[in-house]
């Protein structure tokens, strides 16, 4: 069954025919365009698909479109201002936290929600905030240091 929805994506609302089953990745990626929104693994297992909802990390892949109606979704690129990067993106940027770049948005996205909550995090806070975030490639050293730099670079 299709329905019309709205969501409102990166500030931005959006009024759609979707399908009762499609998923937040789906519709994010495929009607909306927004492709930094990464699909991987499909199982909410890897969490490059993370978005915010309401500020809080959300796996797109596991969660409806439909149920997405009535909240604040952010994607990676509702996160630059003005043509400035976040802070967060800066020092994932200046600290060599970005290598292949999948994994990069969900984490990014994953740290800015963690400094929302907790602007002063600890080394061991940000490893377990990023714990659902798989990374092939930094082995999470340079992606921490980046968490704590822009912690640093916000006082």
């Avoid at 699909?39 to 892949?61: N, Q, Y």
């Amino acid at each position: 069954m299709k329905r019309m929805i709205e969501l409102s994506v990166n500030g931005e609302s959006h009024t759609l025919i979707v399908e009762d089953h499609r998923t937040l990745l789906e519709v994010l990626r495929e009607s909306l365009g927004l492709t930094g929104t990464k699909e991987s693994c499909d199982l909410g297992d890897c969490g490059a698909c993370t978005v915010l909802i309401d500020g809080k990390p959300t796996l797109s892949c596991l969660t409806l479109a439909l149920d997405a109606q009535g909240k604040q979704i952010t994607t990676i690129e509702g996160l630059a201002q003005n043509g400035q990067l976040h802070p967060v993106q800066k020092a994932f940027v200046e600290k060599g936290a970005v290598q292949c770049g999948f994994c990069t948005p969900g984490m990014i996205l994953t740290s800015k929600a963690l400094l929302d909550s907790n602007p002063h995090p600890t080394e061991q806070e940000v490893r377990q905030s990023i714990s659902g975030n798989l990374c092939r490639c930094t082995g999470y050293v340079k992606i921490v240091d980046a968490v704590l730099a822009a912690a640093e670079e916000d006082n």
